[in-house]
């Protein structure tokens, strides 16, 4: 039984026959129209159309960042996509390819890959991670992808880290992503550097050797180097992504927590130090079981191979 699977990105419109095993049979790729609304419509129908003249499937998954009705139709909030808000995508794009779609929110598609053929394979409680631009999360509940009574569940995002912290473009203050994301990582480097450039050559060694230039790869190049600021950045970043994970592990007590993102690159650099605040932060450490903090397996694919997976359900 064979799904397509479409992965909705700021520049890319990727789609994927998946199949039961969770293996990507064949790809391809659009840009994505900066014009989003029916343009983009328009493009993922082509890439569904594209996939389903040489394979039979049976079913279609779209992932995309945006809040989705709980039925799995309806996009409720699509603040990085303009003129999306409120259109019935199932609905439009059956009338273009004749197949039926769900529609799922990214970071529960990546949760729901990592479920089913991930890091978190077998296990029946986890909380995944998607560390980014933001923070995603998504919630593996009894085996099952919990969404909520309105499916916007598990924004772990935008759990309060600190109070009238930082403002967070959902309108509240001191997020957890404002602190643990991969943009905070840049804004935490940046604001190291401006302050002694000196201390950075061996980060800015790896890019342009400007800050400017500056990205996130390269501060885990660097500390993968042994640079000890760009170590100390990462370790900052886990620390808050241990506040964040203490939260989660008092309130959901999961057996397994996943990171995913580009920054779980780092390795041990950012999750040691996750782990080491997870049980800084969390109460009655001695006498709970802790879950275990541990890299996501799918990378760039998770999504993809997720809604595939959710379509057939």
């Known amino acids: 039984m064979l799904s397509i699977g479409v992965d909705i990105g700021g520049t890319k419109v990727l789609g994927g026959v998946v199949n039961l095993a969770g293996e990507i049979l064949e790809s391809t790729r659009r840009d994505t ?19 389903a003249g040489k394979y039979e499937v049976t079913s279609v998954g779209i992932s995309a960042a945006t809040l989705v009705s709980s039925d799995r139709q309806t996009l409720i909030g699509a603040p990085n996509i ?134 996130g790869e390269h501060i885990t190049f660097a500390a993968k180097a042994g640079d000890e600021l760009a170590a100390q950045l990462l370790a900052q970043t886990g620390y808050w992504l241990g506040v964040g994970a203490a939260s989660l592990a008092a309130a959901l007590d999961p057996e397994i927590i996943v990171i995913g993102g580009g920054v779980v690159d780092a390795g041990d650099l950012l999750l040691e130090p996750t782990r080491k605040s997870l049980e800084e932060n969390i109460r009655f450490a001695k006498n709970q079981k802790l879950p275990q903090v541990v890299a996501a397996k799918l990378g760039n694919d998770a999504g993809l191979v997720g809604v595939a997976d959710l379509a057939r359900r």
């Open 33 to 51: 129209p900066k014009s989003g609304g029916k343009a983009l419509t328009s493009t993922i129908s082509e890439v569904i159309l594209e996939l």
């Open 82 to 215: 303009a003129d999306w808000d409120g259109i019935n995508l199932r609905n439009e794009l059956f009338a273009l390819t004749k197949l039926e779609c769900v529609v799922e929110n990214d970071a529960n598609s990546a949760a729901w890959g990592e479920a089913i053929h991930g890091a978190a394979k077998g296990i029946d409680h986890a909380v995944i991670l998607t560390v980014g631009t933001g923070i995603g999360g998504g919630l593996i509940v009894n085996g099952s992808l919990y969404r909520g009574a309105h499916g916007v569940a598990a924004e772990f995002g935008h759990i309060r880290a600190v109070d009238n912290g930082l403002a967070c473009g959902c309108g509240s203050h001191g997020c957890l992503e404002q602190y643990a994301s991969g943009t905070a990582l840049m804004r935490h480097t940046r604001q190291a550097l401006s302050s002694d450039i000196s201390s950075g050559s061996k980060i800015l060694s790896f890019g342009d050797g400007t800050i400017e230039g500056l990205k």
